[in-house]
């Protein structure tokens, strides 16, 4: 989520009124997606089916066993994986790199135009992604604005969509949607019993301190407007983080962190990514995840080409095969994130279902919070605050 000091790309630098209801509008209900083993394989049928060799580069619940051994099933192609934690980190070694080492990288789309101050990524023919179509539309239509369009060029696909919201033991505590806030684990009986994410603990607890009238943000926009509007308020978020900081057992910064914070670290409550949580759940943990009253934290992951790949037809495969139904089926299945493309949604279950349903019920979905691309001086802003807060 961090990125370094230089200027975005004015024309494709999203509002905060981006059309947000269209991205869930077509499609959306059905993104988290799960099949059974019968509906593989799934060949691409054109030339760039042909064996070789990808080095995808991916955070690590993206290249779970289940997907790469679909790809490879499907393809014929072998992978070489090689994971990140964050966009920071990607962009770090990409650029260390020279933009060379990696064929695909999935940044989240509303990093892109950061990440293409430095050029890390190749501009994309369509016309060798027939799969292209299966995408819901929505998602295709606004891609561009997101970040999947940079000085013209399109750089960047979404790969998927989830959240950040609220997870909590099963075993312990209960909530009903519309009850359950961002403010809800500061609350004293959870001292020592939460966890979180260092950085994007401050969006949420914003989110609450926005809702009750305690530090207006208009949702937390207003931090993305200028450095001193955010530095107004990360100030007050700041005071109020540090005096309920007792109640933070451990900080997690990727899938299994979190997963562990429930699993082995005694935490029963904290604002966690979904798919982790959700793919617990499905296992018969004591867990589950839910949208705050404030609203879901909402991301779309996207894949690119690296700048100077040397598998280029690789790349364009996978990308093909990314976009069938089978495909973003068995990612929904192995990660618990949710697909961009049609059709996912006949492939799914009941326990997918339900998950989904739970996670998002009522008016959940028109109350998404969604990422906006942040401006130069955002990220080692942000940055600043997480370090004072984690040392404090």
Wanted: glycine share 6%; aromatic share 12%.
């Amino acid at each position: 989520m961090e990125k370094d000091d230089k200027k975005v790309d004015e024309k494709v630098t999203p509002s905060k009124d981006l059309t947000r209801r269209k991205f869930i509008k077509q499609g959306v209900a059905g993104a988290a997606v799960l099949v059974t083993a019968s509906t593989g394989p799934w060949f691409i049928k054109n030339a760039l089916s042909s064996s070789g060799e990808l080095k995808l580069f991916t955070w690590s619940d993206y290249a779970k066993p289940e997907i790469i051994a679909a790809f490879e099933k499907s393809t014929g192609i072998k992978v070489k994986v090689t994971n990140y934690g964050s966009n920071q980190e990607c962009m770090n070694k990409l650029r260390a790199a020279r933009a060379t080492g990696f064929d695909i990288a999935q940044p989240s789309i509303t990093e892109v135009p950061l990440q293409m101050d430095f050029e890390l990524y190749r501009e994309i023919d369509e016309t060798k992604i027939p799969n292209l179509k299966n995408m819901t539309e929505s998602f295709y239509e606004n891609s561009a604005k997101l970040g999947g369009v940079v000085g013209g060029k399109r750089v960047s696909f979404p790969y998927n969509w989830g959240t950040e919201a609220m997870a909590w033991n099963t075993d312990d505590l209960s909530f009903k949607y519309g009850q359950l806030s961002y403010g809800s684990m500061w609350d004293p009986e959870f001292a020592q019993k939460v966890t979180c994410r260092p950085h994007s603990v401050f969006i949420g607890a914003g989110l609450y301190l926005d809702a009750i009238g305690k530090v207006p943000s208009n949702r937390m926009f207003d931090t993305y407007e200028s450095e001193e509007k955010m530095r107004k308020i990360y100030d007050e978020i700041f005071k109020f983080l540090v005096e309920k900081k007792k109640n933070i057992k451990m900080f997690w910064n990727n899938a299994q962190d979190l997963q562990l914070a429930f699993l082995q670290n005694n935490c029963v409550i904290g604002q966690t990514w979904d798919g982790p949580i959700i793919t617990l759940k499905k296992q018969g943990k004591p867990v589950s995840y839910m949208a705050p009253k404030e609203g879901a934290m909402t991301w779309v992951d996207s894949v690119c080409i690296v700048k100077n790949a040397k598998n280029i037809e690789q790349a364009y495969a996978f990308m093909n095969w990314a976009f069938t139904p089978e495909a973003g089926a068995v990612m929904a299945k192995a990660t618990g994130y949710n697909s961009v493309v049609n059709g996912a949604a006949d492939l799914l279950d009941d326990a997918s279902r339900k998950a989904f349903a739970e996670a998002y019920p009522d008016d959940a979905l028109a109350n998404l919070w969604w990422y906006v691309a942040e401006q130069p001086w955002f990220v080692p802003a942000r940055t600043e605050y997480r370090d004072r807060f984690q040392a404090a």
